[in-house]
């Protein structure tokens, strides 16, 4: 670490962690800190993976306390390892998308005049009009999302307008049933922010505006233009938009530049510099884009808890089966993503059907990965054999909108002919390899319109696969994926995995407040970053032969979802 030069601080405040990064300008990493939110404050808050659970009503939340504590914790962290706080000059940050938190009348007051003698916990009780944020789990609002989609006649006119069409967790649906429910908590909430700008207000003393990536996980914001949608604010505010519109505020236009400067709470409680600025922040998934520079045709899958396909856009073409965000940084570009809830979980549940031999050494992966190493792309050995494709949704999923259960199907290998559900199991070891060609088989299908040939005489695909989260240190898993979605330019593990969307927050930063006038984040980012060290080559990505056999059966895989959505639908 050089003696002098300026530092960023990067946030990420996700459903079970709250995790700092600080880095340099040169972005390299000078420190790191996380809490926890079970092993930290567990038994405190009664959570479980970072969440409360209310199952008779399908609501699933976070107290705003927890957070509070964990910021001091995390800051205090990062003291402890006499990370110079005093030379940060700009902090930014990405939060779990979707959830919101509700400030009472006395909260621009209480925030304004903090003191550093306690902690904000102790300061900040009355500044909320409710304790709970919802989580992105959560999943109380069909009745809301079912009148969203109505009052824009269709999901498909739903999505044009707001990115997405209407689903349980975005955040207009939440306050929609949330003023319902508790009519006196909406009348004496004077503001309504997002996790990504509640943050900011914390560091700011003042509530901060909502981010323009952030604020499209709501299916409130008119991304085509650029406004509050006034029918779907008419909605939520029960006929009264105005209030409502007054509790949003005005959007923040600008990913960069400075909101103001750090609150006097943070400068001598933790000696951060009184002229150290506090920038937008961001959701996790915007975030992870900027955890390296993304090319056009580059896609990144994240694999955490959920499962979570990215890339980056200039082309607006939304739908109901996926999501398209304003670009963090850049207007005029645009963030696609596909979101599952069966992703690491799933995985887990196939894992875990599958004798442990005890030489595993301990890894509980082992016999996971070696059947699926072992087993040929769609099982087919030779000549003749059938292709299997199955579907494995221990939830609920998001897209396709089906309950819970398994299903497994056969079909023609060259074609996709002839698909045939297969009622008995065919043994648990194939699974293995299914479970992620079925995952990366409906990456491949939702985002095939978006890609093109990279190259002449290569089919459209991707140009470079990133991979972070937990699974992204799987062989088997990223060999999978490699094979299924290609990527001309080869599967790639950002070494940070599972630190991405911190990273990207504290980029973020040093764009925010370093970029010269009209330099994008991928020039000032795209000279300072460098490959070694950052990104580890996993697979070669696009192999001939192999992935144009995916493409045989990506049709079969369609009709199959469509036959079990006509059985299965979520209700
Ligand atoms: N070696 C591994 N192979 C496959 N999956 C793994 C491995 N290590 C961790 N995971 C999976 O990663 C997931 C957690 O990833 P992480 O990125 O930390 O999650 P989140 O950000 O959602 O909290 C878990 O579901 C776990 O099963
Ligand atoms: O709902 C979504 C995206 O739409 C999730 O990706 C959340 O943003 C989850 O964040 P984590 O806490 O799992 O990082």
């Known amino acids: 670490m050089s003696d ?30 996380k809490v926890d939110f079970d092993q930290d404050f567990g038994s405190k808050y009664s959570i479980k993976k970072g969440v409360l659970v209310n199952e008779e009503e399908g609501e699933v939340f976070a107290p705003v306390a927890l957070w509070l504590e964990s910021l001091d914790l995390v800051l205090q962290r990062l003291q402890e390892q006499n990370t110079p706080l005093n030379r940060i000059r700009g902090i930014s940050g990405s939060c779990q998308q979707h959830g919101s938190v509700y400030w009472s009348h006395e909260a621009e007051k209480l925030l304004s005049g903090l003191t550093a003698d306690k902690p904000l916990v102790d300061q900040l009780t009355a500044a909320f009009s409710h304790p709970f944020a919802p989580n992105w789990q959560d999943h109380s609002t069909q009745h809301e999302c079912d009148k969203f989609e109505e009052t824009m006649g269709t999901p498909e006119r739903l999505a044009q307008a707001t990115g997405s069409a209407a689903h349980h967790r975005f955040t207009g649906t939440q306050i929609m049933r949330l003023r319902r429910k508790l009519p006196d908590m909406y009348a004496s909430t ?39 949608s006034s029918p779907l604010l008419d909605l939520a505010s029960g006929g009264s ?29 933790y000696n951060f510099s009184p002229d150290c600025g506090v920038a937008p922040f961001t959701g996790d998934n915007p975030a992870t884009i900027l955890a390296l520079p993304l090319r056009p045709l580059d896609a990144i899958v994240s694999l955490g808890t959920s499962t979570t396909f990215l890339m ?18 850049s207007p005029g570009q645009y963030m696609f993503m596909l979101c599952y809830k069966n992703g690491g979980l799933a995985r887990e549940k196939v894992r875990d059907v599958l004798p442990r031999p005890a030489a595993s050494g301990g890894d509980p992966w082992e016999s996971f990965n070696r059947h699926a190493l072992a087993t040929p ?13 199955g579907l494995y949704f221990y939830l609920p999923e998001i897209v396709p909108n089906i309950k819970a259960g398994t299903w497994r199907y056969t079909c023609d290998a060259k074609d996709g002919g002839d698909l045939q559900e297969v009622k008995e199991t065919w043994g648990e070891e194939i699974d293995a390899r299914a479970i992620i060609e079925s995952q990366a088989l409906s990456m491949r299908l939702r985002s095939q319109k978006l890609v093109n040939a990279p190259r002449e005489g290569l089919p459209a695909q ?35 995995g599972g630190n991405a969307c911190a990273l990207g927050g504290a980029y973020k930063a040093v764009w925010a407040f370093e970029r010269q006038k009209g330099e994008t984040f991928d020039e000032l980012i795209g000279k300072r970053w460098k490959e070694e060290g950052a990104i580890q080559r996993v697979d070669e990505g696009y192999k001939k032969g192999v992935f144009e056999r995916y493409g045989n059966v990506l049709g079969a895989f369609e009709r199959m979802e469509e036959e079990i959505l006509k059985v299965a639908k979520n209700t």
């Not at 200039?314 to 109901?320: A, E, F, N, R």
Request: hydrophobic fraction near 40%; charge should be neutral.
């Open 377 to 389: 792309p769609l099982d087919v050995h030779k000549e003749g054999d059938r292709a299997k494709l």
């Open 4 to 33: 002098n030069g300026p530092l960023y601080l990067g946030l990420d405040l996700s459903t079970q962690q709250l995790k700092a990064i600080v880095i340099q300008s040169d972005l390299s990493i000078v420190s790191s800190a």
């Open 190 to 228: 004077s503001r309504i922010s997002l996790v990504s700008s509640f943050l900011a207000s914390l560091f700011l003393g003042a509530i901060a505006p909502m981010d323009i990536s952030d604020v499209c996980g709501m299916n409130l914001w008119d991304i085509p233009s650029n406004n509050w």
């Open 312 to 329: 980056s856009t200039p082309v607006y073409k939304p739908d109901p089966s996926y999501h398209f965000f304003n670009h963090p940084t």
């Open 241 to 269: 938009p105005e209030p409502l519109r007054a509790k949003l505020g005005e959007v923040r236009q600008d990913g960069g530049g400075s909101m103001g400067n750090v609150s006097s709470y943070f400068v001598k409680k």
């Open 462 to 496: 991707p140009g470079r696969v990133y991979l972070v989260g937990g699974g992204s240190l799987n062989p088997a898993i990223t060999r999978a994926l490699g094979d299924v979605l290609g990527g001309a330019d080869g599967v790639y593990k950002l070494d940070v």
